[in-house]
């Protein structure tokens, strides 16, 4: 028999003795094991304010790390204007001062030029399984997330967060109602090649920035999914929204590499299962958000929406050259692997009549 210590014997005593006198409490019970580890906290930060669809993706990530960890990793949601604008966000995650935030293309693609593939307009399918086959293609992954890599970022997941409309004071519905007009941009030169190609005058600025910008006239218009015109008020001072069908807000949820390294497996695995299946959360959420915004639109009677036929969608489309030229000249060689993958795959689902239902209202 192995012998007890005295001092060890008399702390057990103790402890029995204080147990008899408290029932006989899980918690209580606890506190004779040893300590659980100190929670740790995870901060993630948004670049878009509270109830939007980057918020209720991060609050289904922290339910699901608070849950498969058991209570050991808290996650710190930091929502847009708490800390920073999106460069800043991303720099943060790159110095290690925040784990994890939001990096949208149109921002990020100052960093990562080959995020610009998602500001090409008529790129991606407009069937909406055949684009989430392509955003989970595992080949598409890994060059996005080499990308990803070279500029000090872990890609975590991609996050579908809706179509972008173009809201102005005028009906925007052939390239040369762009001609001259001053259209809010991200802050990526990427995202002002787009507009440029369609004859605008694009002026660069942070998201929290364009009611005010809105507001003074220092822009005409701006492009957004409809759930974000409602929930940052654009509406207020914009009189047409086009519904293009050109391109879909695709977020890169991010991570500091040396942190996502450096974490012991069993939080690698809560992490990575946490992110697995964050997709087909979203999406379904996303097209809530979306029809929502768009309903009360169109109940206001504020905006006049239009959806583009296939003919000047097409008109679009062609008048798009120096866009991917410009993408082409800024990603280099991955850029170009990265397009050639989509491309590939949007025509393979084009055979195969996959994305035949590109509807006019395409909106969610
Ligand atoms: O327009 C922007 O800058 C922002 N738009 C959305 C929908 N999310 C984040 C991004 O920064």
Redesign the pocket.
Known sequence: MTAVPTRSLMVLLASSLFLGACSDNDEVMTGLLPADPEPETWRFAL??VGD???DAWAQEFRRRIQELSDGQVQVEIYP?GSIG??PHLTGLVRDGRVQLA?A?P??VASVIPEAGVFLLPYLFPEDDQANRTILSDPELGSLLEQAWASAGLQLMSLVP?GWITWTANQPLLEPGDFSGLRM?T??APMHNAVFEAWGADPVS???GE?HEALQLGQVDG????A??VTEMQFQEFQSHMTLPGATR?V?SVVSNPEWYQNLDSTHREWLDSATKGMPEFIDPVQQEYNQRSLQQLRESARIRIHSLSKRQRTGFREAAGPAVEAYREQAGKRGEQILERIQRLGEAARSTGADESSAPDTAT
């Open positions: 670049e878009e939007s669809v980057q847009y604008n999106s939001f949208s149109g921002h967060e809010r991200m802050t600025l942070p998201y364009v701006q492009s957004n999914p759930f974000a807000f977020a």
